[in-house]
């Protein structure tokens, strides 16, 4: 690896450790066996280091969590694969908590800073991309503008259940409900398969 990657993998043991408030650019430099100069040479500062290991750490985590769930629903019907997704994405949620509260705190800190606050916003512009790309491999009938509108929706959803899961995971909504939801919109049937089809 090189000190970029040290880094990143440093400041996620650090948050892991210590918590986003209590992680210092010298501690993170110190777990990463790098100078402390090298923060600021790759990545401007603390604040925007520890913002792209958090990213990276739920992009792992929960990026892969998802993408296997849309690998194993390719060949449902596209409303019964979306049901399924956020049926098992409590799962995916659960297995990564400590990633998503340091996140959700660090968008909190973030959130005080316009110059730090600018970067989260571009980053979270683009988040959705590695979603689309997810989407595409697996339905690959899709056309990019529909890629896109789902890309776009999971991605909304991702960052919306994911703070509620943490606040109250027994009131979420589960991906029988959604779907039913979507599919009211959008006039269609509603999916038969589920959790609740045999309620």
């Known amino acids: 690896m090189g000190n970029r990657e040290d880094l990143l993998a440093g400041a996620r043991r650090v948050i892991v450790e210590r918590g986003v408030a209590k992680a210092t650019a ?12 090298a923060i600021g040479y790759h990545f401007g500062s603390k604040e925007q280091l520890i913002t792209e290991a958090l990213m990276a750490s739920l992009g792992d985590g929960i990026g892969d969590g998802m ?18 997704l956020w049926n098992r994405m409590p799962e995916v ?13 660090n968008t909190v800190r973030v959130l005080r800073d316009p110059e730090a606050a600018r970067h989260l916003a571009e980053a979270a512009g683009e988040g959705y991309l590695g979603i689309a790309e997810q989407l595409r491999a697996a339905r690959p ?3 990019d503008e529909q890629v896109d509108a789902v890309a776009k929706l999971d991605f909304a959803l ?21 779907a039913r939801a979507v599919a009211v919109i959008a ?5 038969a398969g589920g959790a609740e089809a045999g309620r």
């Open 26 to 37: 010298r501690d993170i430099a110190t777990e990463a066996g790098v100078s402390l100069a």
């Open 67 to 84: 993408e296997a769930v849309v690998g194993e629903t390719a060949a449902m019907p596209m409303l019964d694969g979306f049901a399924e």
């Open 93 to 105: 949620f659960a297995a990564n908590r400590e990633p998503l509260l340091a996140s959700l705190d």
């Open 141 to 143: 009938e899709l056309s």
């Open 158 to 178: 991702v960052q919306s259940l994911g703070i509620l899961w943490l606040l109250a995971p027994d009131r979420l909504p589960s991906g029988d409900d959604l």
């Open 187 to 191: 006039g269609a049937e509603a999916p």
